[in-house]
């Protein structure tokens, strides 16, 4: 989806605010969103890749002045709306009235955080497919405009790069933030240099690198 | 009650968040104890600390240094700095010649097995915008200065590979123990937009 939340590049978003010594949460209820979105997940509700869509979706205005921690808790609302675990009527009144939505739902342990929280998480093997690149091989950003969760941004969509290195397999967002069909596929590190990203006024020698889905390239 | 009169009123959004705990917590969907923990973990146990650590056994130890260049996700993984958000890492290496600057443009992605949980300007919109578009200019308002012969290397972690940026070990820190050498590891020496100094 061309969202807001596609921001690498845009001018006039104002300074960056740096913070001294600044807390990791600045407030109580902040630390409660996160700790529920991640629990919420780690009981297998959604998937990172539905939470991160859901944030897309999040109406331009309101994401661009909405704090941090405002814009979780807008998505872990719409989340739990949307996989049924609470009613509008229970959000705003904040009082149980559809119990049976959850009846026999079991929450995520501690135990079963604290093992996400501190092991690494098993890599997708798939011996059937070979990668379709190596490094050194040219290739160029698919120019797509879906509609849907996606992790081409455009500002380098339908530009020319080179595979700097691979990283594996991992699923593809674009269908893991919908429910599916699974999409392992390879991912990649691409370099492309400023030059070809922001023209000629760029400096030289400078590059940006990102990860990108065997989907989101062609051969060059 | 006489003690909360004392205090603030609640904003809209401490009420809205307080109702979505109480509301998940009774319907058996999050439990408290789970959700302490969670906080507790990432307000206390994680941090830059861990990556101080690390950057400065890489700096006295260059067969640790080769490893983690090498394959960063099973060194720190064998050094219990894996999970969440650090799973799949790769430690890029900052040197005279290039600088290394991680971003993640599309939302906030920062591997918090070894930083902790991202500041708000890391997170921010100017700062994902700017990162990718005009990184020497971004790196000013941080107070760094690069040479133009300097290569500015941008990574934004858009998939699922988290970044690390092993900086610069400063001259003079020729005769620092590791533990001294932790101490003037920053964050932002680690994310790209600092150098670690002797001068703090």
């Known amino acids: 989806m061309n969202g807001i939340h596609d921001i690498g590049g845009m001018d006039n978003i104002g300074p960056v605010n740096i913070e001294k010594d600044e807390p990791v949460f600045h407030e109580d209820w902040e630390s409660r969103v996160y700790a529920m979105t991640l629990a919420t997940m780690g009981a297998g509700i959604f998937v990172t890749d539905e939470v991160r869509y859901m944030t897309e979706t999040i109406p331009p205005a309101d994401y661009l002045t909405f704090s941090y921690y405002e814009k979780w808790l807008y998505s872990l609302e719409h989340m739990m709306l949307k996989k049924n675990m609470v009613t509008r009527e229970e959000l705003e009144s904040g009082e149980v009235s559809a119990p049976e939505l959850t009846a026999g739902f079991e929450a995520a342990s501690l135990e079963r955080m604290a093992y996400g929280m501190k092991n690494r998480m098993p890599v997708f093997v798939d011996a059937e497919s070979p990668p379709r690149f190596k490094a050194g091989d040219a290739i160029i950003a698919r120019n797509i405009n879906p509609p849907h969760h996606t992790r081409i941004p455009r500002y380098i969509r339908g530009r020319r790069g080179v595979v700097e290195m691979g990283h594996g397999i991992f699923l593809l967002p674009d269908t893991n933030a919908h429910g599916g069909p699974d999409k392992p596929q390879h991912v990649y590190s691409v370099r492309f240099s400023a030059r070809e990203l922001w023209g000629e006024d760029a400096p030289a020698n400078d590059s940006l690198y990102i990860d990108l889905f065997d989907d989101y390239m062609d051969p060059d | ?200």
């Open chain 2, 1 to 200: 009650m006489t003690e909360s009169s004392h205090r603030a009123p609640l904003s809209d959004v401490q009420l809205r968040v307080r109702a979505l705990e109480s509301l998940l917590t009774e319907k058996g969907v999050v439990n408290r104890e789970t959700l302490d923990g969670i906080v507790d973990h990432y307000e206390n146990k994680v941090g830059p600390h861990i990556g101080a650590a690390i950057v400065a056994r890489a700096w006295m130890d260059p067969e640790f240094k080769a490893r983690l260049l090498e394959d960063a996700s099973t060194t720190l993984a064998d050094q219990g700095y894996t999970g969440i958000e650090g799973s799949h890492m790769v430690v890029v290496e900052n040197t005279d010649a290039v600088h290394n600057l991680t971003v993640c443009t599309l939302c906030s992605c920062y591997p918090w097995p070894v930083l902790g949980l991202p500041p708000n300007w890391y997170k921010s919109t100017p700062y994902r915008a700017k990162a990718v578009r005009d990184p020497r200019g971004l790196l000013r308002e941080f107070g760094l200065e690069l040479p133009e012969e300097t290569a500015v290397r941008v990574w934004d972690s858009n998939a699922e590979i988290r970044y690390l940026v092993l900086p610069k070990r400063p001259e003079g820190t020729e005769n620092m123990s590791e533990a001294e050498l932790q101490e003037i590891v920053t964050r932002d020496s680690m994310v790209g937009t600092g150098q670690a100094t002797l001068e703090q």
